[in-house]
T-cell receptor, first 114, second 116 residues
Framework: DGGITQSPKYLFRKEGQNVTLSCEQNLNHDAMYWYRQDPGQGLRLIYYSQIVNDFQKGDIAEGYSVSREKKESFPLTVTSAQKNPTAFYLC?????????????FGPGTRLTVL | AQSVAQPEDQVNVAEGNPLTVKCTYSVSGNPYLFWYVQYPNRGLQFLLKYITGDNLVKGSYGFEAEFNKSQTSFHLKKPSALVSDSALYFCAVRDYYGGATNKLIFGTGTLLAVQP
């Protein structure tokens, strides 16, 4: 799982609550990403950020929000507007230049709505 | 639009036999292709990538992949499978038009089951 940490590993949420998932990296990467993984659907991109204080919506951004105030950190908030938030959430980071362009992933957070 | 397909949901192979996990892609321009592996309840681990150069790419844990431009394929291979290779495998292609230099598009994954 490299130099990326995600916390918590498991998270339980009641309906109507907002929750924030943490992602920190010490790889000095400019770009960071949030994915959602559901069985049989692979990984779907929620948000990504190429540089501090800037981020873009991915394919399934509705009901989620992010911030990128520091290079090392890219927290994801799952809001009450997300109708089906139960899933496995993965954070990743990558360089934005040079030959090392692969993404490195954290260990993931499993979110369950009660 | 860029896309990648993994036509098999599951591949079964006996330990010691060669394995192949298939991936095909559709891109505009030259593709950047990647393979990742995921063990249960873990993040994805990078295995190998094709950017340019030799069509046969060697990666971690004895895996290799063959880039075939005419067939638009990037199949993952290993000469002799191990039970410990049992995991979920993802193929990915770099998205040139998403604004992020290294934004990836992932396939739906192929579950590899290696029987002892």
């Amino acid at each position: 799982d490299g130099g990326i940490t995600q916390s918590p590993k498991y998270l339980f949420r009641k309906e109507g609550q907002n929750v924030t998932l943490s992602c920190e990296q010490n790889l000095n990467h400019d770009a960071m990403y949030w994915y959602r993984q559901d069985p049989g659907q692979g990984l779907r991109l929620i948000y990504y950020s190429q540089i501090v204080n800037d981020f873009q919506k991915g394919d399934i951004a509705e009901g989620y929000s992010v911030s990128r105030e520091k290079k090392e950190s890219f927290p994801l908030t799952v809001t009450s507007a997300q109708k089906n938030p139960t899933a496995f959430y993965l954070c990743a980071s990558s360089a934005t230049s040079g030959s090392r362009n692969e993404q490195f992933f954290g260990p993931g957070t499993r979110l369950t709505v009660l | 639009a860029q896309s990648v397909a993994q036509p098999e949901d599951q591949v079964n192979v006996a330990e010691g036999n060669p394995l192949t996990v298939k991936c095909t892609y559709s891109v505009s321009g030259n593709p950047y292709l990647f393979w990742y592996v995921q063990y249960p309840n873990r993040g994805l681990q990078f295995l190998l990538k094709y950017i340019t150069g030799d069509n046969l790419v060697k990666g971690s844990y004895g895996f290799e992949a063959e880039f075939n431009k005419s067939q638009t394929s990037f199949h993952l291979k290993k000469p002799s499978a191990l039970v410990s290779d049992s995991a979920l495998y993802f193929c990915a292609v770099r998205d040139y038009y998403g604004g992020a230099t290294n934004k990836l598009i992932f396939g739906t994954g192929t579950l590899l089951a290696v029987q002892p």
